[in-house]
Each structure stands twice: as structure tokens, then as C-alpha cells.
């Protein structure tokens, strides 16, 4: 016998039991093959408890931090996979306040008996978009669950980022007279997740559309280092968010149907399901609100992006103390684009 | 999206409105009930009344199979679910119909016991027979709701439950009828005596007439002489329907006529109401949110197939629950009042937190109204 030999996880027919999440050499093992293995930078190398870096600010900079637990159903879909989503979503949040991001954690709950094979393709899943996001997960913690108590694996990811001087994004921001963008075709995500229910017999096309948002909003703010609102649409979609920010910044808003932009598949989908795609997550999108005089520059530096080709003025910030956001409708008539009540059910007839 | 688009084109929209408004004489009012929600919903949706001249009024109907599902029924849905150990499947809408005790189906599943039993949302009767078949231990009732649209699938997983020998699969059934729901109203006080429900026509069935046909309406058309124009769910389709009432109207005419007729025939389809009249007869009378009980309103499973039916497996006990005193859900459904009308619309009843039933689909008069609408009750200010 080979000295000091440890048999490697075994990624092929290998499952998380309770002793990977209980301290000793089987936790160590899984941390080292797997985790340490793909997320490898100077930080975890050290194999501290902490990540210790030192942040070099310039005068009037601010530091951010945000974070996003991820518990989607199913684990794979089209386009993505809960990995790339965890760093993607808080690479986002962070993004949003017109930040750099700079470092990730992340902390997963891992149910016994998940295959250790698709653990390992999630977890390079993740390592791949933060090495693509040039955003290194630095620090982590894994716990493990008995059977029935977690769906697979939940990550948490949280991140930390510094807003450069001059740049105050915020969701109380947006003024009567604003202009509304949003950064591409919406409904995306959320339609590619609902194909692959397995309650749901159908086909299609739409891939997920999660991306990692901070490079359109760096030259988003280079552009326009004024942007009153950032904010990405994930959950409720962007109807939701608006409202939040209607709500936030005591305002109201009238947006314009036809200039909203929603891929026909996706339409068609939302169509067949009964579902408003203006309420569908998506996972790559924002919206961006700034002063009407800057939306012409600011359109045009989101189209220049490779995550901004499809970018649209979707409508107009007005004064109105109800907070209501309104649509005119491509029929020609004007609606309410509502808070998003409960979770958005299909209808019966 | 070819073929959806079409219907909704907002040049055309604004074509047929300029007709409306043109035929519509300006001495009279005309005031439609459109039956179905899903009408609701999509004139809402589009603000079709934004186009209407304010001489054509829109009554919302009792065409929402959410809405008049009375509380009882949900409450012995729960009762299986939370007492006897029974998972219960249903149409998405039915999940947050309140029920007794401030609970509905979605408060109802936090507290089933997981280990037998649960209440979960499928999109077809189906899934509910495929999820008995796959776990035999399961005890698993599909809780069927809605109006003749639906009722031919549910018919048919009962069938084919029977000729499986799925011991372990029945069905909760609350199919209603919609013809008997437009004699009620057409009964009903408000519009025969005090004549304080105006009623000029009906915008008729979409799906629910590609089932029974345009045929069961010329009964409503003759005999109380309202005419009936069959519309498709799109908006264009609607406001080509309130066109076409319009002219009957000015031409005293009431006849049954047919605007979907991409979809409609006046036979229906047969074979659907073959299938159902095999599973179903009618029932003597059922309970209605709002219109109370209505005589031969709705189905029940036949005897032959009593082993899948979950009133006689489970010996189910209906009980009246009466509404929220102060909700109007009743008189909304017979379109004696509107959502605005309601001292708890908006207020204490929203679509978070729904009182009555018309709050809760989308296709509910109050959802519609103060999900899409509610800023033309308001004077919006600048702050």
C-alpha cells in the first residue's frame, strides 16, 4: 500500500453522506478535491477560516455588499445551472449599485445522498463563471443535511464590491420625467426553468439568459456616471421591479407595451401557460432609469455591449402618489402592471 | 406569435372602435354582459373600455370558474387533504380560494402532513392520474373544477381510472353548467322585475361554446329575447362581438350569432359531450358563490363509476358556509354591483389578501378590476 494513499472521491457513482458535513477527514477530502480544486486562487490556498485581503479605495469610493441564496428547481436547465446562477445573481446584486465586484463567498447545503457527480459539475460550474467574471469566491462553508431536509443543494453567495466616487445608484432615485431602459428581452429565464418542470410535457427553445451583469453596467457608467436606478429583474420579473421602485422613490410610472422587448417563443409560452412575461424571472437583464437627456447616450452604450444588443426605452417616470405603474397597451388601451400577487398561477379555461 | 398577434392588433382596434362608436345611437345606452372571465380578463387586460364610446357599458358575469366556487366545496377539499390523509391535486386558480377559518388550499398545504399526504398544483387532470399511478400508497384526489371546458378531460381520467383499477384515484367533482348560470341571471329579480340590472345581450362563451355549441343559446335569445353573440377570448374578437350586439340591438333582432367561428359550431363537439355524458349526470341542484343554489346547474359522477368518485369513496358531507357578510361578491357576480362598489375592494380584499372569490383569478371581476384598472376610480394627482 501506497503511503499516506487516500482513495479520491469517487465523481462517478460516489454520493454526499453525513460524514462529508461533519468536520472530519471525509469533509476535508470533498473540500479539497472539489471545492478547493476548482475555485483555486491565493485566498483559499491559504486554507484559513477567513479570506483576508486589503481593498485599495480612492477618496469618496463606497464598499457594497449584497447577498442571494439559491434554491432553484430544477438544478439544470436550459441555458445555466444552480453554479453559474449563484454567482451570476450576487455578482448582480452588487453590480446594481453601479459597484465593481471584487470577491465572493460561498456556502452551500448539500442534502445526503446528492450524487457527487453533479456536485462536481456545479461546482465547476461556478468556478467557471467567476473565473469568466473575473470575481474569485474566496472564502466558503459547506453543511450537509439528512435526506428530506434539503431539495439537492441550496447555495448562499455573498459579495463584496466598491462603487466608484461620483456614482450614486439607488432605488429612491428615480424622478418625475426619467426615462426607463431595460437591457434586453425579458421573461427568459424563468420560461426556460418552467419547461423543464417535469409537470410540464413541452419543448422548446428559450435557454436561460443568467449572465454576469457587471461589465455592461461598468460601461454603463462610464457612459453616464449619473444613472439614478439600477436594478436587475429576477424574481416577479419586471413588473415587479418597477413597482419596487415606483413604491421606493414615490413615484409612478407609464411604460409602452410595444416597445417592451419579449422574444415570440417566449410569448408564445407565457401564452400557452397562462403566464405574463412581464412577470417571468430573468437572471441577465436590468433596468436602468437616468435623466431623459442622458437615455440616447445611455441606450447607446448598453447596445454596445454584448449583453445589451436588444436594449430598449421602455417608458417614463411622471409624478403620481399612488405609485401605480401604468401601460399603454399595444390594443390602444392603458392598464395597471400590478405587484405581482402570491406566485403567478396559470388559469383554468 | 402568428395567429395571436392578429387578434390583438391595435389598428384594427382602433378601426372597430370608431365603428362602435359610429353605430351605437348616441339617445340610448347599451349595457353586455360578458359571461366569461376569460372575456374579463382580457378587456381588462387590454383596456378595451378605453376604446368603447361611454354609451356601451360592460357587465362583468358569473363566468369564472374560481369565483363561484362556494366556500363549502374548498372546505371539504381540506378536509381530505388535512384529516384523512389525502393528497389533493387542482388547477392552479383553485389554490388560493379562501375557504373557512381564514385557510384556502395554499395555507392548507404548510400544514398537511408531508409523509402521506399533500395539496399540489397540476396544469392537467392527467398529471393527477399519472402521479396514482406512480405511487400506488398515495391516495390521491383531483379536485375538478370549471365549466364545460374542462369537464371533457375530467371525464376521461375517470374513465381511464376505471379501466386501470386505480384503486387509489378519485375525483372531487365541481363541474358546473353554463346555461343554467345564464337562466339564473336572466331569472333573477335585478333584471326581470326592478329591471335594475340592465341587460342588452350577451357576449357569449369562447371555449366553453367549442364544447356544447352555439345551440343552448338560442333558448335565452327566443325566449327572453337577448341577443347572443359567441366570442373568441382575444380582444379584437370581443370588440367585434359588441359590434355585432350593437346591430342586433338597433335592429331589434335577438338571435344567437357567432363571431368564433373559427372555433364554434353549432353541434359542438360531440364526441366530448358523448364522453361526459357517459362519466357525469346532473345534479338536482349545487351551490353557487353568489347566485346561491342553482337547479340542475351542475354534474355529478354516475353511480357506475362511484369507486372514483371522492363524495361517495369518502363519505363527504357538504356543508353551506355563508360570505363574509360585507363582501359582494354575490351581487358583483350577478352584475347588480361593481368591484368598486364593494366597501372592501381594495381596502381589506386585495389579490394578496382576497376576502371573497371574485378577488382571487385573474379572470375575477375584482382581480381584473384592480389589478389592471383600479387607477380610472381614482383621480391620479402629481405628488
Known sequence: MKKGYVRPLDLKHGRVDMSHGAGGRAMAQLIEELFLKAFDNEWLRQQNDQANFA???????????????????PLFFPGGDIGCLSVHGTINDVAMAGAKPLYLAASFIIEEGFALGELARIVDSMARAAREAGVPIVTGDTKVVEQGKGDGVFITTT???????GVNVSGDRARPGDAILVSGFVGDHGTAIMSKRES?????????????LHGLVASMVDAVPDIHVLRDPTRGGLATTLNEIARQAGVGMMLEEAAIPVQPQVNAACEFLGLDPLYVANEGKLVAICATEHADLLLAAMRAHPLGTYAARIGEVHADTHHFVQ???????KRIVDWLSGEQLPRIC | MKYVDEFRDGDVARGLAAAITREARADRNYSFMEFCGGHTHAISRYGVTDLLPPNVRMIHGPGCPVCVLPIG????????????????????DCMRVPASESLSLLKAKALVDKTRADIRMIYSATDALALARAEPQREVVFFAIGFETTTPPTALVIKQAKAEGLANFSVLCNHVLTPAAISSILESPEVRQYGTVPLDGFVGPAHVSTVIGSQPYEFFAEEYRKPVVIAGFEPLDVMQAIRMLVRQVNEGRAEVENEFTRAVTREGNLKAQQLVSEVFELRRSFEWRGLGEVPYSALRIRADFAAHDAEAKFALEYRSVADNKACECGAILRGVKKPQDCKLFATVCTPENPMGSCMVSSEGACAAHFTYGRFRDIDVVAA
Open chain 1, 200 to 212: 410540464l410535457a413541452f419543448d422548446t427553445e428559450i435557454v436561460s439568459d443568467t449572465a454576469a
Open chain 2, 73 to 92: 366545496r374548498i372546505d371539504l377539499a381540506i378536509e381530505l387533504a388535512l384529516e384523512r390523509g389525502v393528497t389533493i391535486c387542482t388547477y392552479g
Open chain 1, 327 to 333: 401601460m399603454k397597451t399595444a390594443f390602444g388601451g
Open chain 1, 159 to 165: 459579495g463584496i464590491g466598491v462603487v466608484p466616487p
Open chain 1, 55 to 73: 481593498i485599495a479605495t480612492v477618496p469618496g469610493s463606497r464598499m457594497v455588499m449584497a447577498t442571494d441564496s439559491h434554491v432553484v428547481s
